[in-house]
């Protein structure tokens, strides 16, 4: 995205919200492309470090939030570090915002003061962390905005890199994986940036065009509202069964049997009699068969609830 408008991440200041995997792992690759980390967060305020996080205290972090430690502990650790009491880290200067902590950590006035403080960049690293009245301030006063839905797609992708693996039962290393991912990211970056040139030559990484009919995400769109490409494929079954009967009982003690016809059997005393064999007229819908499947089929399932 930074290449896209002709920078990069080097000496840039970055706000980084949350002190989990995906927090703690931006801030990591952002050091290592020669950014300044100034924050990390969590429910309990802000960790700000005025001249940056290094590596090492980024590696430090990951043990300590291994061993539950609260993330206020490690101010401790540093004579640069401040912990800022029940506070987010949305109102100090920097050039780029990264939440990674939760849906709506910022809101209309977060967004307002990440602009009067001059960030340029904001990438969501979280299940929409910003509101609709932040998205529009950041739209409206030029900031480059990157939505959770493509930005923070690396995590469903790399879940698919690993289901593939499993499938062929062949295992990448490390570096393979993350030029995948690479690879993928870019893909989601160039669709965003080509789909999303605007009138004036800027770029909306959150515009998607109108898909036609046809298109894999076809949808339905009301005048007024914009499309969203996304797809959940749902099973549907037209006359879904809720149970069916009989038991795979092979116990020998009291329970149901049939004594032949379409009676319903009363429950047996201690008689001593295998029952798994005996079902072969279903009396009621109780739960699936996982044993005798092709012998005894249900007979039972009916086009109604119940």
């Not at 206020?72 to 570090?81: E, I």
């Not at 006359?239 to 004594?259: E, G, H, L």
Request: with cysteine.
């Amino acid at each position: 995205m930074l290449e896209a408008h002709h920078d990069s991440l080097m000496a840039k200041t970055v706000l980084v919200s949350g002190a989990g995997n995906v927090s703690l792992h931006a801030a990591q690759k952002c050091i290592e492309l020669g950014a300044q980390v100034l924050t990390l967060s969590d429910s309990k305020g802000t960790l700000y470090l005025k001249h940056g996080f290094s590596l090492e205290q980024i590696e430090a972090l990951k043990t300590y939030k291994a061993q539950d430690k609260r993330l206020k502990d490690f101010v401790s650790t540093s004579d640069d570090a401040e912990w800022i009491n029940g506070s987010r880290p949305w109102h100090i200067k920097a050039d780029i915002a990264l939440p990674c902590a939760t849906q709506n950590e910022i809101n209309g006035h977060d967004a307002q003061n990440l602009v009067d403080h001059g960030v340029k960049y904001v990438a969501e690293g979280a299940n929409m962390p910003s509101d609709a009245d932040a998205i529009a301030i950041f739209q409206t006063n030029g900031v480059i905005y990157a939505p959770g839905k493509a930005s923070n797609a690396g995590g469903v992708a790399v879940s698919g890199l690993e289901m593939s693996q499993n499938s062929v039962r062949q295992y990448a290393t490390f570096a393979v994986l993350d030029e995948q991912l690479k690879t993928i990211m870019k893909n989601i970056h160039d669709d965003c940036f080509n789909h999303g040139k605007q009138a004036d030559g800027s770029i909306d990484f959150d515009f998607l065009p109108l898909l036609k009919q046809g298109d894999s995400f076809y949808k339905t769109v009301k005048p007024d509202r914009k499309n969203v490409l996304t797809g959940i494929d749902i099973s549907i079954m037209p006359c879904a069964t809720r149970s069916t009967y009989p038991f795979s009982y092979s116990k020998r003690f009291s329970t149901f049997r049939t004594i032949g016809g379409d009676f319903t059997a009363t429950r047996t005393s201690l008689g001593r009699v295998s029952l798994i064999h005996d079902f072969k007229t279903a009396t009621c819908v109780l739960a699936f068969i996982g044993q005798l499947s092709f012998q005894f089929k249900p007979t039972c399932i009916v086009n109604r609830f119940g």
